[in-house]
């Protein structure tokens, strides 16, 4: 029976993980870790939860020894948009920290998730259907922490036959958790103010094309990944994983369809538009539906009326929205 580290488990991605991971392998199966405590109550107490450190390897080894786990989900990391105010920071997390997380992962011998990211990818890659293997030259500190991840965890697989797997996640869409400073939060923030005001203000041009995908894709795809046959891994890291593309204005067109009263106008971000303009307009995820038989079930019709529906449900619950919201890598 799997016993699942997860570190980052307070974050974007891992606060929905921890709960799918429970309710698929059980409670006392699924370990929640990160540097703070949870805030939500169901996260915190309906299962394990350790502090743990990345950047300690003692607090890792401690951990390991108590929990006994066979598969780990490294989470923690700096995103983009906070990566380059911070980028001492963004690497100390996403590469020192994935590389104590490998060493413990080779130690007692688990397989282990990497999450890597569009945020690889740079200005000379194709920009339209991006292929799986191409150029990687990004001029981001995130995209470089990613690419550096991605090249880790493949020369772990291939020098010590270490189980290691990922996905490049586009952009990705939740209501659940505030963000941790990615450049594609926009979408997320334009439904909250959408339901709330009826207008918004957005930091990316309106012609800004970008992948995104639904959490609860993300999540599916990460969990079906891990349970995949090793056998017909051709890549085994960074698959390319998309559901939707879209643009600040036709999101803005999707939500009239439901607020035909909603206004939307800009305010360009420089540092964020130029993180946007570095990544690609649509990935190629044909390699991720061809070794594991990835399918996304989330299209940006769906997405929009189940997210209208979940905001105006957290609102409703929780009243003004809190700082930040949530959104991408």
Request: charged share 25%.
């Amino acid at each position: 029976m799997k016993k699942i580290l997860i570190t980052g488990a307070v974050g974007q991605i891992g606060s929905e993980l921890t709960v799918a991971l429970r309710k698929r392998y059980g409670d006392e199966k699924v370990i929640a870790t990160d540097i703070r405590m949870p805030a939500d109550k169901d996260l915190r107490d309906s299962g394990p939860f350790e502090f743990l450190d990345c950047l300690d390897p003692n607090h890792i080894t401690r951990v390991m020894q108590i929990h006994k786990a066979d598969t780990i989900y490294h989470l923690a990391a700096v995103l983009s948009a906070v990566g380059e105010t911070k980028p001492n920071q963004a690497w100390k997390i996403n590469v020192n920290g994935l590389y104590n997380i490998l060493e413990a992962a080779r130690q007692y011998r688990c397989a282990l998730f990497f999450p890597s990211s569009i945020g690889a990818f740079g200005k000379s890659t194709p920009k339209d259907n991006t292929p799986q293997d191409t150029i990687q030259r990004p001029d981001t500190i995130y995209g470089v922490t990613k690419v550096a991840g991605e090249l880790l965890c493949d020369y772990y697989h291939k020098r010590f036959n270490l189980d290691t797997r990922g996905l490049r996640f586009p952009g990705l869409i939740s209501y659940e958790t505030e963000p941790g400073g990615g450049t594609t939060d926009y979408a997320v923030e334009m439904f909250f103010e959408a339901i709330k005001h009826k207008k918004y203000t957005c930091y990316l041009k309106a012609d800004t094309s970008l992948d995104m995908m639904y959490m609860p894709d993300a999540i599916r795809a990460m969990i079906e990944l891990m349970e995949a046959d090793a056998s017909r891994l051709v890549h085994r890291n960074a698959f390319n994983v998309t559901a939707m593309n879209f643009t600040p204005e036709r999101l803005a067109d999707e939500i009239r369809k439901h607020i035909p009263e909603f206004v939307i106008d800009y305010k360009v971000d420089a540092t964020k538009q130029a993180i946007a303009d570095s990544w690609p307009n649509y990935m190629d995820d044909s390699a991720a539906r061809e070794e594991w038989g990835w399918k996304p079930q989330y299209d940006i019709e769906s997405m929009t009326k189940v997210m209208l529906d979940k905001v105006s449900d957290y609102i409703n619950r929780n009243g003004a929205l809190k700082s930040n919201l949530r959104g991408d890598r």
